[in-house]
């Protein structure tokens, strides 16, 4: 499984294949969410400057996989920390690898057999028919989602048509092959019909996007949140339907003080449903949860915690290097008060 873009490769870039299970670490066990086994390499190693969850050994050695892999088939590429350039201009990007290899159990034993299957699929996916050319338009309707992809210059320059729902992250629509998710810039859209109904039909397939685990953290300080999981590159996704995900998998029929809603990697969400003072722990955890998957899963999303409220999102906490840091708007000051309080 892929992400691509026929006009324009992300550099940040990425194919996965379904095979993948990005969940499988316990999330039950609140511990194992946020320390892994012990590293191939400790952490007294240098780390690599582009993947720091990567040794400089472990990073030269994937790279050096990359190369090889792509010269075995005819393509000569240079490699750079972040990314693969082929003469012809391709640009594949080693983020989501490097995260994929990182997160195999199996450890570096496998990584030239994932490295192969990666770029099979790249190149596969480069050189085959394009879908919006080959397909009939209603199977084209009827696997067009509606994902989130971080919101940096070159992803704005590329969708432009793409709303910024979530703070940092823009709303793209994209098809849903076999073994590619296509993400459809506003030409290929014009193609496939009004944006509008696009984006209404692309809503209605996200709600029948399967959630294969559905979590919950608790801990003794009153932390409390669930987390959805899935090999589906849209479950991220689900955040745009928030209230009714809440409805289905907590029986919340009603949401009046919002709900806390992480988003770490394409593949997970995270939410609180905001009812009383456990509200304060379970920001502080779920802001260390989101920061850990984003820094170390494909499909990287954000690292912070929003707060979802009468179906806007505002950005309440980003836990990073320096420390947990928390901005809540005045509405969201005076909620956690009240229930702190209370």
């Excluded at 939410?271 to 920001?283: E, T, Y």
């Excluded at 989101?290 to 494909?298: D, K, L, M």
């Excluded at 928390?326 to 309080?341: C, F, G, N, S």
């Amino acid at each position: 499984m892929c992400d691509t873009h026929r006009a324009w490769t992300p550099e940040q870039g990425a194919w996965l294949g379904r095979g993948y299970d990005p969940n499988l670490r316990a999330i039950g066990d609140l511990v194992g969410i946020f320390r892994r086994g012990e590293r191939r390499e400790g952490m007294d190693q240098p780390r690599d400057g582009e993947f720091a969850f990567l040794s400089e050994g472990e990073a030269a050695r994937l790279r050096t996989f990359v190369r090889e892999a792509f010269a075995e088939r005819g393509i000569e590429v240079t490699v750079g920390p972040g990314r693969a350039t082929a003469d012809a201009g391709w640009r594949f990007g080693l983020s989501n690898l490097a995260a994929v290899c990182h997160n195999d159990s199996r450890g570096p034993r496998s990584w030239r057999t994932l490295v192969d299957e990666h770029v099979d699929r790249a190149i596969r996916s480069m050189n085959g028919p394009q879908a919006l050319k080959t397909l009939p338009h209603e199977q084209l309707l009827a696997q067009l989602y509606p994902r989130f992809i971080p919101g940096d210059p070159a992803s704005l320059k590329a969708f432009g048509y793409a709303p910024q729902s979530v703070p940092g992250l823009l709303e793209v629509l994209a098809l849903d092959l076999p073994e590619t998710v296509d993400m459809l810039t506003a030409d290929s859209l014009a193609e496939l019909g009004d944006l509008t109904a696009l984006r209404d039909r692309a809503f209605q397939n996200l709600r029948t996007v399967r959630v294969d685990k559905h979590k919950v953290v608790k801990d003794k300080d009153g932390t409390h949140f669930d987390v959805l999981m899935g090999g589906s590159y849209f479950i991220a996704s689900l955040g745009l339907v928030l209230d009714e995900v809440v409805r289905r998998y907590t029986k919340d029929a009603l949401v009046p003080n919002g709900i806390l809603v992480a988003l770490p990697h394409r593949h997970q969400l995270a939410f609180h449903v905001i009812r009383d003072k456990s509200v304060a722990p379970s920001l502080q955890t779920m802001a260390r949860f989101a920061a850990a998957g984003f820094e170390e899963s494909p499909g990287a999303l954000s690292p912070s915690v929003f707060w979802w409220h009468e179906g806007s999102f505002t950005q309440v906490a980003t836990q990073d290097s320096t420390g947990l840091h928390i901005k809540l708007t005045q509405e969201a000051m005076d909620l956690v008060t009240r229930l702190t309080d209370g």
